[in-house]
């Protein structure tokens, strides 16, 4: 099982970037998709969920109306969307594939994001 994430890199204020997560070794489709930050000394936070169908999407507070989550069944890829970046988004970024029927959560290694002029 790999989760492999790209994508992440130092950003001004209120620009974009596009995170990738590629899926491989398990059945992508059958699983629920998360992104994750993380800063030293702070809790891991939930930033967005996708269904397995893709239907269903739910995002932190902070990030609603900024950030978009999207996967791609086909290329076992999910994908986050992340505009108007703050010098508070900067963290580690890590994707999630999880099946709660089954008890079964794979992880990524994290890519870093830094927001700073």
């Known amino acids: 099982v790999q989760l492999v994430e790209s994508g992440g890199g130092l950003v001004q204020p209120g620009g974009s970037l596009r995170l990738s997560c590629a899926a491989s070794?398990?059945?992508?489709?059958?699983?629920?998709m998360s992104w994750y930050r993380q800063t030293p000394g702070k809790e891991r936070e939930l930033v967005a969920t996708?269904?397995?169908?893709?239907?269903?999407?739910n995002y932190a507070d902070s990030v609603k109306g900024r950030f978009t989550i999207s996967r791609d069944n086909g290329k076992a890829t999910v994908y986050l969307q992340m505009n108007s970046l703050k010098p508070e988004d900067t963290a580690v970024y890590s994707c999630?594939?999880?099946?709660?029927?089954?008890?079964?959560?794979?992880w990524g290694q994290g890519t870093q994001v830094t927001v700073s002029s």
């Open positions: 999630q594939a999880t099946r709660v029927a089954l008890g079964f959560e794979y």
């Open positions: 070794g398990f059945t992508f489709s059958r699983y629920a």
């Open positions: 996708i269904a397995s169908a893709g239907g269903s999407t």
